[in-house]
C-alpha cells in the first residue's frame, strides 16, 4: 500500500485547525496537541520521518515566521522573553499582529531561535518539549531543563484590583508560544498549496 502523505499532510491541518480553534475558546493546553501535529509535520529522527520529508519538500517550502530576529553576539547576554501578556494580566497571542512577516524555508523556521535566557529555545525545542515531555504525545516523569524552563514559565504578573493586589503566574509559556507557530503554519500558502 502507498501511503498518500498529501492526505495525512491535509488530516495534521485539519488538527491543527481544530486545537487552534479551541485553544482560541479557552482551552490553552491545547497547544499541547498542537505541538503533535506539528511534530509529525516536521521533525525528522532515525526512526521517523516528517511528511515533509515524504513529500521532500522541507528544503523547499517556505514557512511564515512572525517572530523578531534574535542576534546573538559573543561576549553579550541576550534574553528575550515573550510573556504576552496584557495590562489586566490576560494573555493572549499575537497571531498575524507582529512586526515581522516573512516567509523562510521549513529547516530554517524548524530551528529559527524563538527565546533566549535560562536556555537557548529554538522552535524545535519548544514544540519537542510539548509533544515528548508535557503530555503532548509522552510525559516525562523529570522534564529536561528546556522543558522546565517553559513551563514555569516567565515569572509572574502582579496587579491591583479594587485595593487588592492580585499576582498570576505566568506558567507554560509553550502554549502560548506553539499557539503562535501553529497560526504561522495555517498562512504559509506553500505549504496549504501541497495539499490541492
Known sequence: MQVDFVKQLRRQLGFLERSCRDFDTGHADEALQMAVNLRVLL??????????????????????????KIEEKPGEVTAVILPWVDST?????????????????????????????????????????????????????????????????????????GGVEVRIKLDNQHFYLIRQFSYEIMNSPDLISLCQ
Do not use: M, Y
Request: with cysteine; net charge positive.
Open 43 to 68: 521533525h525528522d529522527t532515525n526512526h521517523s520521518t516528517s511528511i515533509l520529508t515524504h513529500l521532500n519538500k522541507k528544503g523547499t517550502v517556505k514557512l511564515l515566521t512572525t517572530f523578531d
Open 89 to 161: 494580566g490576560k494573555r493572549s497571542v499575537p497571531l498575524g499582529d507582529c512586526p515581522r512577516h516573512e516567509f523562510i524555508p521549513a529547516n530554517e523556521w524548524w530551528e529559527e531561535l524563538i527565546i533566549t535566557g535560562n536556555n537557548r529555545l529554538t522552535r524545535r525545542d519548544i514544540i519537542l518539549a510539548a509533544a515528548n515531555e508535557d503530555g503532548g504525545a509522552h510525559v516525562a516523569a523529570k522534564p529536561k531543563d528546556k522543558a522546565q524552563e517553559l513551563i514555569q514559565g516567565a515569572g509572574t504578573f502582579t496587579t491591583i484590583r
